[in-house]
């Protein structure tokens, strides 16, 4: 069974940083596997805003939104199972919950769209302050 479990949400000034963290369980190791990080802002759409192969083929793939590029880094310890979203430079309006998914990667995958992934966190919930 895969779960995915994130932290690392909180309460920030903006300019400030935060890591969030997911801790992905039951993929096999083997496959293409790719994870991202997706995010819904209250009366918004959920939004990709980064994604990465970790696994396989997919290793060497990684995406960013537009708005995140320069500020925002995903990256793997595979020894620990775990996907970090490092964010720097906070913006009010990068506040939202922020949810980590995972799937398997092929040539026809955009890692930033929420529909090629099969696996779901339950969130964790960034707050930005002006």
């Known amino acids: 069974q895969v779960q995915l479990v994130e932290s690392g949400g909180g309460a920030v000034e903006a300019g400030g940083s935060l890591r969030l963290s997911c801790v992905v369980t039951?993929?096999?190791?083997?496959?293409?596997?790719?994870v991202g990080w997706f995010r819904r802002a209250p009366g918004k759409e959920r939004d990709g805003v980064a994604g990465?192969?970790?696994?396989?083929?997919?290793?060497?793939?990684?995406a960013y939104a537009a708005s995140v590029i320069d500020r925002f880094t995903i990256s793997q310890d595979s020894a620990k199972n775990t996907v970090y979203l490092q964010m720097n430079s906070l913006k009010p309006e990068d506040t939202a919950m922020y949810y980590c998914?995972?799937?398997?990667?092929?040539?026809?995958?955009?890692?930033?769209?929420?529909?090629?992934?099969?696996?779901w966190g339950q969130g964790t919930q960034v707050t930005v302050s002006s």
């Open positions: 039951g993929l096999t190791s083997f496959n293409n596997n790719m």
């Open positions: 990465m192969g970790t696994s396989g083929r997919a290793l060497n793939n990684a």
């Open positions: 998914a995972a799937g398997t990667w092929t040539l026809f995958t955009q890692l930033l769209r929420a529909s090629d992934y099969t696996y």
